[in-house]
C-alpha cells in the first residue's frame, strides 16, 4: 500500500507537495530508525552525525529521544534542544554530545513544537580520519509515513550476494506506542519467495536484524523485502542498509521503503501551513488529516439569514401570526425571544355542566357553587401510582400515615430506590396490611432508615437479641460467646461454684504451662483459714486428684504439696479417707511409693508421720516383696535410729516386725551391724525393772 501526507478541512482535501528522492520531510515528528555509536564488523567503528533544520519563522524546541534497540521504550532518555529561526542544529557526534554516551544502539525520535527538518549521516570512521570515513544518509521519516495493521511497503536493492562482497541489515521502529506484529518477506529480483518471517514490537521499540535472520547463508542479489503490520494497533517504519563487506572498505548505502505523497484532485500549488477554526467553528489544525466541525453554540441569531429558517407551527408554514382568541392574551418579548399566552377564564363558555361527581379515589365534588375534589383516604391505590414515580423528594416528613394508604397499596414496583427513608414514615404508620407481600427489599429501605423504634419487641424476653438460628431470625438469649484472656470475674454464687465445664470427652478442665520457669499449669488458691478448706479440690468416683509427671527422665513430681506456715499442723500433701478400708494418700512407683523430707534442723521432725485412731489400727504401714519399711539415718555422728517406734500404751511395741512366711529362716525382725566392737545388729534399751530391752518370742514351739 503507498503512503501519502494528507490535509483535510471537512471533507478531505489533499495538498500535494513535491519529494525529491531521499530529501527531507518537514514535520513535528519524525524518526531516524537506526543509528549506533559502536564497533561493527571487521574493526569498523561507526558513529552518527544529525543536523536539525528550522525552515519556520519560530524558534523549534526540539525534544530528542533515544530509543534504546530491542526493547519497549515507553519512558526513553530524552533531552530537549532550541533550533532558532532559520538555523540547522549540527550535532556531531550525536550519541556523546547529547546523551553523554560511548556505545549505543538504537533510533532516535524528534518531537518538536514546530515543524523541522532532520538528516542523520551513520559512517564508519577509519584510521585514515574523517576525510576518507565511508556513510550513508538517512532522511527523519515523518510519523506520518508509518504503516498501519494491514498496510505494506517494499524496499527495492536488496543485496546480500554469495561471495560475501557485501551485507545487508533492515531495520524496523514502532512510532505509536503500541504493540505490532511485522511480517518481513524477501523475494529474488524476479519476484520469487525466497524467506518470510515475522517480528513483535512493544511500544517505541526499534529493531535491526542481518539478512540471515530469515535463514542461514540466506543470499540475494538486487532483490526486494515486503514489509507489512499484520496485527496490533502499532505502527511500523522500516529502512534497510547495503554494506561493503571488506577488510578495508565498509561502504554503506541506504535502501529506502516505498512510500508516495498524494496529490490532491484541486492541483494545487499553494502552500498552506495550518487550517485553524473561525467563529462558529471547531477544530483545525497545523499537520495531517484536520477537520472543522460546527461549535456548540455556534450558530446564533446573526449566522441565520431572514427567511432561511423553516418555521411550523400545527402544519402551518412561514410567518405564523397569533390570533388571541376570547379570553386569551398574547405578549411578545422579543429581547428575550419568548411569547407569553394568558387564557384567563370568564365563565362565558358555552358547556353545559351541571354536577361535578368524584370519580375512584377522589372525594367531593357538588351539583351547584364552588365545588372541590380532593384525594380520599386510601384513594391512592397501587393502580393510580405509575411505576418509580414517588420519589423521596415527593413525600413531607411524615406523610405517609395508615390512612393514607390502601391495603397492599405499597409495592416494589411504586418506591424508587432510597425513597422511603425513616422521616418519610410516621411512627406506626406501616403495618402488616399496608404492605404487599415482599414489598419492601433491601433496595427500598435507605442506609440508617430501620431504627430502635422501628423494630416490634413482640415475642422478646428481657435481654434477648435477634439472632440467626440457622432458618430464621428470632429473639434468643444474648449468649456472649468465648473468653478474651486474661480474664477475671468474681461471683457470690450460693452453689458455691463460680466456674463449671463439663466436658463428656478428655479434660474438662486442662491447664498447660509451655515456659521453663517454676510455674503451675493449674493453681488453686483459698483466702478460708478454715480447716476443711482448699485451693484445688478434686472430686472423682475412683480418683480425686490425679498427678502425672511426663518426664522420662530428672525427678519429676505427680503430685507436689506445700505449707507455707512456719508453725502449727500444717500439711503439705493431705489425705483423707471416710471408707473403713480406704486409704487417705495412696502411692504407686516402680522405685519410691512415697517420698517425705523434713528440711527442719533441729527439734522434732518427721520425714513421714503416721497416725492412726483405731485401737487396732497403723500409723505407717509399707508392703514391698521386698522391704516393708526402709529407714535410713545419713547423720555421720550422734544417736540416729534409722526407724524408731514409739508407743505409748503398756502393751505396746515401739516396732513390732512379723514374717507371715513358715519356712526356715523367716524372720520377724533382723537387724545387721558392720560396726566394731560395742555395735550391735539389734539394740534395745528398758528403762523399768523387769523390762526388756529386746524381747524375743516364739509361738512355734521352738
Known amino acids: 500500500m503507498r503512503r501519502g501526507v494528507r490535509s483535510s478541512v471537512l471533507l478531505v482535501v489533499v495538498v500535494g507537495v513535491a519529494l525529491a528522492a531521499g530529501a527531507g520531510i518537514p514535520g513535528t515528528d519524525l524518526y531516524v530508525p537506526s543509528l549506533a555509536r559502536v564497533h561493527g564488523a571487521h574493526g569498523s567503528q561507526w558513529y552518527a552525525t544529525v543536523w536539525i533544520h528550522n525552515p519556520g519563522t519560530s524558534e523549534a524546541r526540539v525534544h530528542v529521544s533515544y530509543l534504546v534497540r530491542n526493547q519497549a521504550n515507553p519512558s526513553p532518555v530524552t533531552q530537549t534542544v532550541v533550533v532558532e529561526p532559520g538555523e540547522t542544529l549540527k550535532l556531531a557526534d550525536v550519541f556523546q554530545d547529547l546523551f553523554g554516551l560511548d556505545s549505543a544502539t538504537g533510533a532516535l525520535r524528534f518531537v518538536s513544537d514546530h515543524k523541522v527538518v532532520v538528516s542523520a549521516r551513520s559512517y564508519n570512521l577509519t584510521a585514515a580520519g574523517v576525510a576518507d570515513s565511508q556513510g550513508q544518509f538517512l532522511a527523519g521519516m515523518p510519523v506520518d509515513l508509518a504503516l498501519a495493521a494491514g498496510e505494506k511497503t517494499s524496499i527495492p536493492g536488496i543485496t546480500q550476494p554469495a561471495d560475501g562482497a557485501f551485507r545487508c541489515n533492515y531495520a524496523l521502529v514502532e512510532t505509536s506506542g503500541a504493540n505490532a506484529t511485522v511480517q518481513v518477506t524477501l523475494y529474488d529480483r524476479d519476484g520469487i519467495q525466497l524467506a518470510q518471517k515475522s517480528y513483535t514490537l512493544g511500544p517505541w521499540q526499534p529493531m535491526q536484524v542481518n539478512l540471515a535472520d530469515l535463514g542461514s547463508g540466506m543470499t540475494v542479489d538486487g532483490g526486494r523485502l515486503d514489509v507489512e503490520v499484520i496485527s496490533g494497533s502499532g505502527k511500523v517504519l522500516t529502512f534497510a542498509s547495503m554494506v561493503g563487506n571488506g577488510t578495508v572498505s565498509q561502504d554503506p548505502s541506504t535502501l529506502e521503503m516505498e512510500y508516495e505523497l498524494e496529490q490532491g484532485s484541486g492541483g494545487g500549488t499553494g502552500d498552506i501551513t495550518a487550517v485553524n477554526a473561525g467563529e462558529g467553528l471547531a477544530g483545525g489544525g497545523t499537520s495531517g488529516d484536520v477537520t472543522l466541525s460546527i461549535a456548540d453554540g455556534g450558530v446564533t441569531s446573526a449566522k441565520i439569514a431572514n427567511n432561511t429558517v423553516v418555521r411550523s407551527l400545527k402544519g402551518v408554514q412561514g410567518n405564523v401570526d397569533l390570533v388571541a382568541g376570547s379570553g386569551v392574551t398574547i405578549t411578545p418579548d422579543a429581547g428575550n425571544h419568548r411569547i407569553t399566552i394568558d387564557a384567563s377564564g370568564g365563565g362565558s363558555g358555552n358547556g353545559d355542566i351541571t354536577a361535578v361527581n368524584a370519580g375512584s379515589g377522589l372525594t367531593g365534588g357538588g351539583t351547584s357553587g364552588d365545588v372541590t375534589l380532593s384525594i380520599a383516604d386510601g384513594g391512592v391505590t397501587s393502580a393510580k401510582i405509575a411505576d418509580g414515580t414517588v ?46 407481600n415482599n414489598a419492601v427489599g433491601t433496595n427500598e429501605i435507605q442506609n440508617g432508615a430501620v431504627t430502635a423504634i422501628k423494630i416490634s419487641g413482640s415475642g422478646a424476653s428481657s435481654g434477648q437479641v435477634l439472632k440467626f438460628n440457622g432458618s430464621s431470625v428470632s429473639w434468643a438469649t444474648d449468649e456472649q460467646g468465648g473468653l478474651t484472656l486474661p480474664w477475671a470475674g468474681s461471683t457470690s454464687s450460693s452453689s458455691r461454684i463460680g466456674f463449671l465445664v463439663t466436658d463428656s470427652g478428655s479434660h474438662a478442665i486442662l491447664g498447660h504451662y509451655t515456659g521453663s520457669g517454676d510455674y503451675d499449669g493449674v493453681t488453686g488458691q483459698t483466702d478460708s483459714s478454715s480447716n476443711g478448706s482448699a485451693g484445688v479440690t478434686g472430686m472423682g468416683v475412683v480418683l480425686g486428684v490425679y498427678g502425672l509427671a511426663s518426664s522420662s527422665s530428672g525427678s519429676g513430681i505427680g503430685v507436689y504439696g506445700k505449707a507455707n506456715a512456719s508453725s502449727g499442723n500444717t500439711y503439705g500433701v493431705y489425705g483423707k479417707s471416710m471408707s473403713s478400708s480406704g486409704i487417705g494418700v495412696l502411692a504407686e512407683s516402680p522405685y519410691v511409693g512415697v517420698w517425705a523430707s523434713a528440711s527442719k534442723t533441729s527439734g522434732a521432725s518427721y520425714g513421714v508421720y503416721g497416725e492412726s485412731n483405731s485401737s487396732s489400727g497403723i500409723g505407717v504401714r509399707g508392703q514391698s516383696p521386698y522391704t516393708g519399711v526402709s529407714g535410713a539415718a545419713s547423720a555421720t555422728s550422734g544417736i540416729t535410729y534409722g526407724v524408731f517406734g514409739w508407743a505409748k500404751s503398756a502393751d505396746g511395741m515401739g516396732v513390732y516386725g512379723t514374717n507371715q512366711s513358715t519356712g526356715w529362716g523367716a524372720d520377724g525382725v533382723r537387724g545387721e551391724t558392720l560396726g566394731g566392737g560395742g555395735s550391735g545388729g539389734v539394740h534395745g534399751m528398758a528403762h523399768t525393772s523387769g523390762a526388756a530391752g529386746v524381747l524375743a518370742e516364739n509361738n512355734g514351739g521352738g
Open 391 to 436: 420519589q423521596s423528594a415527593d413525600l413531607a416528613n411524615g406523610a405517609v400515615n395508615e390512612s393514607k394508604l390502601a391495603t397492599d397499596a405499597v409495592t416494589t414496583d411504586k418506591l424508587k430506590n432510597w425513597a422511603v427513608t425513616g422521616a418519610k414514615i410516621a411512627n406506626g404508620a406501616v403495618n402488616a396490611d399496608r404492605l404487599a
